[in-house]
């Protein structure tokens, strides 16, 4: 059963602009370091933060809070395997939120899937419970 749907749409140019004007303490407050470390090894670097935080947007939402009620931008991550596929990690306030909303008996999932087209960034979160067997 879908417990919650979330997307985001994020300007990546306006990403940029607070990178620069605001550089370690934006990257710091928001992004995990493994986040930071994937964003800057790659050739478009704020069009990676962008995404990151299109998806830390869209997660939010489909936790039902928005960034409100004790969630901290570092309490979803966003990591890849090695396909290049995204995954989401929720830990503190955010883990919680998903403990309290996966019913009895089920395992919360978090599918993420991330996109861009200059000057565009768009995360969705889609938050599955499954049945345990």
Not at 1 to 11: A, E, K, P, R
Not at 17 to 28: D, M, Q
Not at 95 to 124: C, E, K
């Amino acid at each position: 059963m879908i417990l919650g749907v979330g997307t985001d749409l994020c300007n990546i140019d306006r990403i940029a602009g607070v990178l620069e004007r605001h550089g370690a303490r934006f990257r710091n407050r928001v992004f995990t370091e493994v986040e930071q470390a994937r964003a800057e090894r790659r050739a478009d670097v704020a069009g990676t933060y962008a995404k990151r935080w299109a998806a830390k947007e869209a997660c939010s939402k489909a936790l039902g809070t928005g960034l409100r009620m004790g969630i901290s931008w570092r309490d979803m991550a966003v990591s890849n395997l090695a396909s290049g596929q995204p995954v989401m990690h929720l830990t503190g306030w955010a883990a919680d939120r998903l403990a309290a909303m996966t019913p009895p008996g089920h395992v919360a999932i978090v599918h993420v899937t991330l996109t861009d087209d200059h000057p565009w960034a768009q995360a969705f979160v889609v938050i599955e419970a499954r049945a345990l067997a």
